[in-house]
């Protein structure tokens, strides 16, 4: 046997030192390895040995032991190992490593299934949470608004008939409510500041066309600015009149024409212009921007038609007439004369009709124009 290391043929399996483990472990393999050495013992030490020389020289019964151990591990290993290939016995001391190397690959693997375990549960809750329930063949709803409605007349101090006028103010308070409106439109209050600034006005008469119940006439008063205002509801005209507030009730454009050149310095007209025809609306544009000095503040807001849940609430109202696209209305302003400051997008969507187009996501907007001045 070349270089004294001992070989022998063993299956080409990559798993052999594993079988080998594995046959070596079981304690019928050891009965046979038991048997296999009492079987060569009994053939060697049957033998009869001469005495051994007296000279030391003489080594030949060692060899003889020598020899019978090569058999006996020759004969196990032929009888108990597989034969397609050759494999230094060595390898064998190197076992330990190889186990550790293996053990180690085995708790990577076990870490990294565990993980993509733990990834895979979270992933399918997400998904779960995304899905959608299933709707029901019918839905029962069970709605009534004019109940809840009727006890807003208490607020502004006005007995209930069945007339057009109650049935509108009835209508705006059941489906706009008086303080969300009003948070809402203290946005603006910090534009109004800056424009009053820039645009060096030492005090400012403010008018408020479609003025509704006065939240916005009230934040305005708060801030100081001289405020009237111009509705066509004469029940909302008393109120606010009662509220200290001087109020005209005509006819937007009536009222308009009627006016002196720069009597009022800005002009809102909040969710106003939607109630508007083609025509009426551009008289509209052109006469603010006529009443209007140079610097003069024109403060529109209305719904935003981009928004899926603002157009699908637009005919709520059936007083209103044309949803107006932002980019129709700055174009009709710029068309008239008018410089564009600011355009605000309010009222966000609900979540679930959000997009990636930034301005389908809301469902009002408001454009700040100003009267550019004399070159």
């Known amino acids: 046997m070349k270089n004294s290391v001992l070989t022998f043929k063993i299956n080409s399996h990559p798993n052999t030192y594993k079988k080998i483990i594995k046959q070596l472990n079981m304690s019928q393999t050891f009965q046979e390895i038991k048997k296999e050495i009492e079987k060569e013992s009994q053939k060697f030490f049957s033998y009869s040995f001469p005495p051994l020389p007296s000279s030391s020289s003489n080594l030949s019964h060692f060899r003889n032991l020598k020899s019978f151990c090569k058999r006996l591990l020759k004969r196990l290993l032929k009888r108990f190992l597989p034969r397609s290939v050759l494999v230094p016995l060595s390898h064998f001391f190197h076992l330990p490593e190889h186990i550790a190397y293996f053990n180690q690959v085995i708790a990577d693997l076990t870490h990294t299934i565990n993980a993509l375990s733990t990834q895979t549960n979270e992933l399918s809750s997400q998904l779960k949470a995304l899905e959608k329930p299933s709707l029901p063949p019918v839905y029962e709803a069970t709605i009534s608004y004019l109940p809840s409605s009727l006890e807003t007349l208490k607020y502004f101090s006005i007995p209930f008939e069945k007339t057009e006028e109650h049935f509108y103010l009835l209508f705006e308070n059941t489906f706009y409510n008086h303080y969300i409106v009003k948070e809402k439109q203290k946005l603006y209050l910090p534009y109004i500041r800056e424009w009053k600034k820039d645009s060096g006005f030492t005090s400012v008469n403010f008018l408020d066309i479609g003025c509704g119940r006065g939240e916005f006439m009230n934040l305005l008063r708060e801030e100081g600015f001289r405020v009237e205002g111009v509705e066509s509801s004469s029940l909302l005209c008393e109120y606010l009149t ?134």
């Open 242 to 375: 009662r509220s200290g507030f001087k109020v005209h009730h005509q006819d937007a454009n009536t009222f308009l024409s009627s006016l002196s050149p720069y009597t009022y310095y800005a002009i809102s007209a909040l969710q106003v212009i939607e109630h508007f025809e083609k025509d009426y609306l551009f008289n509209f544009l052109n006469l603010c921007y006529e009443k209007l000095p140079p610097s003069g503040l024109l403060l529109l807001e209305t719904v935003n038609p981009l928004a899926a849940t603002g157009l699908g609430n637009f005919y709520i109202d059936f007083t209103h007439i044309y949803p107006i696209p932002p980019q129709l209305l700055i174009f009709l302003l710029e068309w008239i004369g008018f410089k564009i400051w600011k355009v605000l997008y309010l009222t966000p969507v609900p979540p679930d009709f959000q997009t990636s187009f930034i301005e389908k996501n809301y469902q009002d907007y408001a454009i700040f124009a100003l009267k550019p001045c004399s070159s």
